[in-house]
């Protein structure tokens, strides 16, 4: 499955208020295998400006390469708005910021620099063949970005906006402690929780990988093994009846496959990441762009496996599981065309010291952390 | 050995100008050119068949000679070329040193004031009990302080950017001590703490209401879509904990 920009259209704004002037809202059905389907067609009633009630808790994924907020409405539905966690700095004029307005494109002047800010620079790099500035790397806020924490704040707000009541809970996902990098989640934490709290939230940091246990294994009554792939890390939980048993992450993600495929290619960062994005099947890689993704990928989830297997050889307070578990992928870098083929293929490689019954992919692959932090945050109104 | 003969410059000593209405007047129509680079392989060709014929005639003890004579020269060129390397090099050094020196000097003297204006700010505001806490800090301690800092940071022999980066530390240290109380407070502690929620949620409340942002921000939609709801999820999860109580 794939998440593309049209998945993921304008419209619905979560919270109490009209969605602003000349809105279309996109009529969204997900079928079986969690695709969104889009019916542009249709007029909500959130654009003619009747106001949607959400209830109280939000989740927020906190992503290096997306941010993504769920809210549930009154019906039960969830509600969810994503930004790239991305931005760029362009030269400033009053055409050009016309023009961007005009466009639907996000821009903000920091400093006297204008700077285009999530899908829209992502865009604008790669039609420029530049580099996109990242407010997170590996998984945390970055120390390289001066920017960051601004940036940040007016992702998330345009994702939140308001809370319905002050103090209402979110839940926010960090990563666990990494396993391969000296990395402190202490600061980045922190950070969330006060950029939260300056909007009017109550935020609780969720590690990743619990947060997909909550949203994905609660027919196995949230036990077995959630993994976020995202684009700094991967995050790997072992849950037992909802309690983690052991969480860790590793920094390599989406962004290590880009960089790597970018030197060997000779291409920048962002278009690594378009080239990725566009569709390619890993399982059946059609030129040497997609064959690079493929190998890199391969070397990723080998690479994940083995770290798990060793954690598990090596971790004293592993539950003894009574049944065969599921192990549920999620996360972006887990959207590309045959990743459970090439997990199941590298899985079969190497001897595994739990038996697991099945290795599926979240049913929302993309906003699965920020439906289980969703999760987390209403399980406490 | 000789100086060395430079080709060019003995072909435009030895060469005259003629102009191009002499030479029609004295009836030359065609004028054979030879260029530059002809001109300096011809010579090098004869000086090589030269130096070769020589060579072939020379007895061993003229060989050697030739050898020592050419290894003489070369180790005197090289000689020459570092001194003028060396000389240049610290003309360049004493120059920068120099400069750094004044730029640190003065750099010193600016924070030197700002102190000295810092403690007469101090010392007013305290005095007009303007300060919140005010009654916690000695204005003397506090001088005194000031003063300490000011004296760890005097010139020192290891050089101008030492000294600015003690008087540096010292402000910072002097900084710390105030926020502490005075000399006996935290201020021992190197450990960086991560920053407290108020901390953060102050940053964030200060940059949001003192900072005019230029922005479209709220006049452009975001991506939205719907994903499958959570009900299950959420009475699964509550089930699990009202089974654990």
Known sequence: ?381 | MSKPLSVQDVIRQSATDVGLDELSRRGCRKVKVLDKQTVFRLIDEAVNRVVEERLAAATAQEREQIRAEARSEFQRLVKERQEQLEERVQREVSAATEEARAHADQQVQEYQERLAQLESQVGQEVEEGRVPGASAIDPELLGSMIREAVAQAAPTSTGPSADLAALQQSIEALSRKVSAGGPGGSSSSSSIEPPSEEALQAFFSRSSSSEQVESNISNVEVKNAKANGVNKNLAKLRSLKQGSE
């Open chain 1, 1 to 381: 499955m794939n998440a593309s920009n049209d998945d993921l259209d304008n419209g619905f704004v979560p919270g109490e208020g009209a969605v602003a002037d000349g809105s279309v809202n996109v009529n969204e059905n997900v079928n079986e295998n969690g695709s969104v389907e889009t019916d542009c067609g249709a007029q909500s009633a959130t654009a003619t400006g009747v106001a949607t009630k959400t209830e109280l808790g939000r989740g927020l994924d906190v992503g290096t390469a997306n941010l993504v907020s769920s809210a549930q409405d009154a019906e039960g539905n969830v509600h969810i708005k994503i930004q790239r966690n991305a931005f760029l700095d362009i030269d400033a004029d009053d055409y050009t910021k016309n023009m961007l307005t005009r466009l639907n494109v996000q821009y903000v002047v920091i400093n006297g620099r204008m700077v285009v800010v999530g899908d829209p620079a992502f865009e604008l790099a790669n039609i420029f063949n530049r580099e996109t500035r990242r407010p997170m790397r590996d998984g945390m806020i970055s120390p390289d970005e001066s920017d960051a924490l601004p940036i940040e704040k007016m992702l998330l707000e345009t994702l939140l906006g308001p809370p319905t009541k002050e103090g209402e809970v979110c839940y926010y996902s960090v990563p666990a402690e990494p396993i391969d990098a000296d990395l402190n989640v202490i600061y980045h934490q922190g950070v969330f929780g006060g950029l939260l709290k300056s909007l009017g939230y109550n935020g609780k940091p969720l590690v990743e990988g619990h947060a997909v246990v909550f949203s994905e294994l609660a027919e196995d009554d949230f036990t077995g093994i959630g993994i976020s792939g995202g684009g700094g890390m991967f995050n790997i939980c072992v849950s037992y009846k909802s309690i983690p048993a052991l969480s860790f992450s590793t920094t390599r993600g989406g962004d290590w496959i880009d960089r790597n495929v970018a030197n060997v290619l000779g291409i920048s960062a962002s278009r690594a990441t378009a080239i990725k994005e566009k569709g390619v099947d890993i399982t059946r890689p059609k030129n040497r762009e997609e064959e690079a993704v493929e190998i890199y990928y391969r070397n990723l989830i080998s690479y994940t496996l083995t770290n798990i297997k060793s954690r598990f050889e090596s971790s004293s307070s592993m539950p003894n599981f009574p049944d065969p578990i599921s192990i549920v992928c999620a996360g972006g870098t887990s959207l590309i065309g045959g990743f459970i083929e090439v997990f199941q293929d590298e899985f079969k490689k190497i001897n595994f010291p739990i038996p697991v019954k099945e290795i599926r992919h979240a049913e929302d692959p993309l906003y699965s952390v920020s439906k289980g932090c969703l999760v987390a945050s209403l399980s406490e109104v």
